[in-house]
C-alpha cells in the first residue's frame, strides 16, 4: 500500500507540473521504499514514461500538446539518454547518488529564481524560422536532457518545459504538455539502454508504484489549469531542495 500512496503522489506532481517525476522518485524509492539506487533508476524511469504517457492522453485532449515540436526534441534527447543510461552501468552507485544530490540542488535553485523572476509568462510567439542559434540551443539542451536521463533515471521535464518556451516560443500550457511526450520517449530509450537488467529487481513493489503514478498523474493533468503555474513552480523548488539536503546528506556524509 505504500509504494501504491508513495507513487500517487510523485504522479500527481509529474501532472501538475509536466516536470518532476524522477527528481522525487529517485530519493523516494531509496530512502523510503529501501531500493538500490540501481533498481530506483528503474523504477524512476519507468513511472516517468507510463505515468507521463496516462498525463499526456489527458493534455492531448485539451490541445496542449504540439506534436510535431514534442517529436523533434524527443528525437534529438534519444543519443543522450542512451549514452547516460550506458555510463550509468559503468560509474559506481555511490558517485551517482551525490551527483544526484547536487544536480537536485542545482534545479531547486533554478525553479526558485524563475518563480521570483515570474519566467512562467507565456512566451511571445514565433514570427519566423528558428534562428541557427535557436537551432544550436535546441540540440544542447535536449542532449544533455537524455543524457540526465539515461544517467540519472530522471524525466528532464524541469528543462524540457523551459526550452519549449524560450528556443520554441511556446506558451507554458503548451509547453507543459509537450513534454510530456519528450518525456516518454526519452524514458523509454533510458530502460532500453540499460537492458539487460542487473541484479534483483523488486517488481511488485515497482508495479504498485508506477500504478499510483499513472492514477497521480491522471489526477494531476485534470487540476493543472486551475493552479498558477508559479504557486506550483514555488511550492516544488523548496521540495526539491528539501529532497537535495536530505540525499545529500544521506550519500555525503
Known amino acids: 500500500m505504500i509504494p501504491l500512496l508513495v507513487g500517487l503522489s510523485i504522479g500527481i506532481v509529474v501532472g501538475l507540473l509536466g516536470a518532476g517525476g ?3 522518485s529517485i530519493p523516494v524509492l531509496m530512502y523510503v521504499l529501501d531500493q538500490p539506487a540501481y533498481a530506483a533508476a528503474i523504477g524512476s524511469l519507468l513511472g516517468v514514461a507510463l505515468t507521463s504517457a496516462g498525463s499526456l492522453t489527458i493534455h492531448v485532449r485539451q490541445s496542449n500538446v504540439r506534436i510535431k515540436e514534442g517529436l523533434v526534441f524527443g528525437t534529438l534527447s534519444v543519443l543522450g539518454s542512451f549514452l547516460g543510461a550506458r ?3 559503468l560509474i559506481d552507485d555511490l558517485l551517482i547518488v551525490r551527483v544526484f544530490a547536487i544536480f537536485l540542488l542545482l534545479v531547486a535553485v533554478l525553479f526558485a529564481y524563475n518563480t521570483v523572476r515570474g519566467s512562467t509568462k507565456v512566451a511571445p510567439p514565433r514570427d519566423g524560422p528558428m534562428t541557427w542559434r535557436e537551432k544550436l540551443g535546441l540540440i544542447a539542451v535536449a542532449t544533455v536532457t537524455g543524457f540526465a536521463t539515461g544517467l540519472f533515471g530522471v524525466g528532464g521535464g524541469f528543462m524540457v518545459v523551459p ?10 500550457r503548451h509547453a507543459v504538455g509537450t513534454s510530456l511526450l519528450v518525456m516518454v520517449i526519452s524514458s523509454l530509450v533510458g530502460i532500453l539502454g540499460r537492458l539487460p537488467f542487473q541484479g534483483d529487481l523488486n ?6 508504484f ?9 489526477i494531476g493533468s485534470v487540476f493543472s489549469s ?9 511550492t516544488f523548488a523548496v521540495l526539491v531542495a528539501a529532497v537535495g539536503i ?5 550519500s555525503w556524509f
Open 246 to 250: 536530505y540525499t545529500m546528506c544521506q
Open 203 to 208: 517488481f511488485q513493489l515497482i508495479g504498485l
Open 163 to 172: 526550452a519549449l518556451v524560450l528556443i520554441m516560443k511556446m506558451t507554458m
Open 22 to 24: 524522477g527528481i522525487l
Open 210 to 218: 508506477v500504478a499510483g503514478s499513472i492514477v497521480g498523474g491522471l
Open 226 to 234: 486551475k493552479i498558477p503555474q508559479r504557486v506550483l513552480t514555488g
Open 87 to 89: 555510463a550509468s552501468l
